[in-house]
């Protein structure tokens, strides 16, 4: 009998000693398989649900935020959403608070962030303000609101009290300052009714209360008494309106158009220029830039023309203006 080659045997040998390995790795890859669809997939995050709640939040020992609501989801100590939330948030420092309402609620401790949605009101001393969506971030001082946005509060100095409208707002409260975009409208209501009221509208409104001054951009118009004015842009200064300084300021292809009352009935008198100046306490209007004013069929013309509310008479201040009468052609 003839014996094999010792090489031979070792070939074999190495041969299954592969194969096992392969084996060995195959069954430990299917035992990783198997433990991981053990675990599955990461498990989401638990929340907590309470119904008919006080919720209550403090800082440094302090109520600094406190709700009620109809229900509680929470995740943790980071994440809180209300069904209903009814609640005040404390500004300490200022020593003033807030009150709001809405149909849905999302507060995010970490960003000082309460997110409120439907039918949306937050009210202070000083104002009320309205949206379908609101988001107030506390430590900025930043209101972000959407849909539907309606403010109303009266102005720090002169008192006025203003209505606005818009389709977004980003507000400042505790620095006064807001601005408005989006189809907005709105009125000024003088504190002394006799004094009378104004509306407005335009594509963008910015109110700063510190400095008593609303600005509007983009198609502006304004009524007051019998006056329609319209302008590329306008600045209001309210608290100029009993003071010998301009109250209002127009710009840009600015025309005014006046009812009368005459004897054959309501008459309208035109004017136009780039630039109007109002005085609240004289109860006129400076026009400049290229004016003419159109009442009936004369035209006048002039480098300043000055308007006298509830008067029919027309001052043309410069010397050198040049005026021009249109009669009816003969026939």
């Known amino acids: 009998m003839k014996l094999r080659n010792p090489r031979s045997y070792v070939i074999i040998f190495v041969y299954l000693c592969l194969n096992i ?19 599955g997939a990461p498990l989401a995050p638990e929340y907590s649900r309470i119904e008919n709640l006080n919720y209550f939040h403090l800082k440094n020992s302090l109520p600094q935020m406190s709700l009620n609501a109809e229900v509680m989801r929470s995740q943790g100590e980071e994440l809180a959403e209300f069904i209903s939330p009814q609640g005040v948030y404390n500004f300490k420092e200022k020593d003033k608070s807030l009150s709001y309402q809405a149909k849905d609620g999302v507060y995010k401790k970490s960003k000082d962030l309460i997110t409120l949605t439907g039918e949306v009101m937050i009210h202070n001393s000083e104002a009320k303000y309205k949206a379908e969506k609101i988001r107030y971030f506390f430590k900025k001082d ?86 329609l004015i319209t302008a590329g842009n306008a600045d209001i200064y309210l608290e100029n309106y009993n003071k010998s300084l301009k109250y209002l300021v127009f710009n840009d292809d600015v025309k005014v158009t006046e009812t009368i009352d005459g004897p054959k009935g309501k008459m309208y008198r035109k004017a136009f220029s780039e630039r109007l100046e109002g005085y609240g306490q004289e109860e006129k209007m ?29 001052e043309v201040d410069d010397a050198m203006s040049d005026v021009k009468v249109r009669k009816e052609d003969k026939k």
């Open 21 to 39: 390995l392969v084996v060995l790795a195959a069954l430990n890859q299917k035992s990783q398989e198997a433990k991981s669809k053990g675990r």
């Open 142 to 227: 930043l209101i972000l609101a959407s849909g539907g946005v309606h403010f109303e509060g009266d102005d720090p100095k002169s008192k006025d009290h203003l209505e606005i409208d818009a389709e977004a707002m980003k507000a400042k409260p505790h620095l006064k300052k807001m601005t408005f975009k989006g189809g907005v409208k709105g009125s000024v209501q003088r504190k002394k009714k006799y004094e009378g009221k104004m509306t407005f509208s335009s594509q963008q409104l910015e109110f700063d209360g510190l400095k008593s001054l609303v600005n509007l951009e983009g198609g502006v118009t304004l009524s007051r008494q019998a006056y």
């Open 286 to 314: 400076v026009l400049s830039g290229a004016p003419r004013v159109e009442n009936g069929e004369d035209v006048i013309k002039g480098y300043k023309i000055t308007i006298r509310e509830k008067m029919e008479l027309i």
